[in-house]
């Protein structure tokens, strides 16, 4: 996973990650890490990450979501403007969608972002343009 990986909506104030085949959670932590650098990102852009059918979520530990959370909420806290930033995790996959319920139950209190979990790119959008 590299730069080439976000896609950045400027009219929507969206960044886009789609999480391939070969997604861990270490190569998440890398290309959030490239974001702030990415031509277009602004800190007051909403993400959405999108975990399609072939991504294999075996790296996806309690310990890695663990380092992913201290990671994270430093890094949220750094790029990201606003009252309350938006993150949308969307999964198809009924099984795999477990890690998003996960990682939004783990980050419910005392976090700066919202997070909101969809089935479908869609709906996510949907949700990103709607008020705070």
């Given at each position: 996973m590299s730069k080439s990986g976000w896609v950045i909506h400027g009219s929507r104030k969206v960044a886009e990650l789609d999480f391939g085949a070969d997604t861990t959670m270490l190569n998440l932590r890398h290309a959030i890490a490239e974001l702030p650098?990415?031509?277009?990102?602004?800190?007051?852009?909403?993400?959405l990450l999108v975990i399609s059918d072939e991504a294999s979520l075996e790296s996806f530990t309690?310990?890695?979501?663990q380092a992913h959370q201290v990671f994270m909420r430093t890094w949220n806290e750094r790029y990201r403007q606003g009252h309350s930033p938006k993150t949308a995790l969307v999964c198809a996959s009924d099984?795999?969608?477990?890690?998003?319920?996960?990682?939004?139950?783990?980050t419910r209190e005392g976090w700066k972002t919202q997070i909101g979990i969809f089935t479908n790119r869609a709906e996510a959008l949907e949700w990103l343009a709607g008020p705070d």
């Open positions: 650098g990415m031509p277009g990102w602004a800190r007051d852009f909403d993400m309690m310990e890695a979501m099984l795999k969608r477990i890690i998003p319920e996960l990682w939004s139950a783990m």
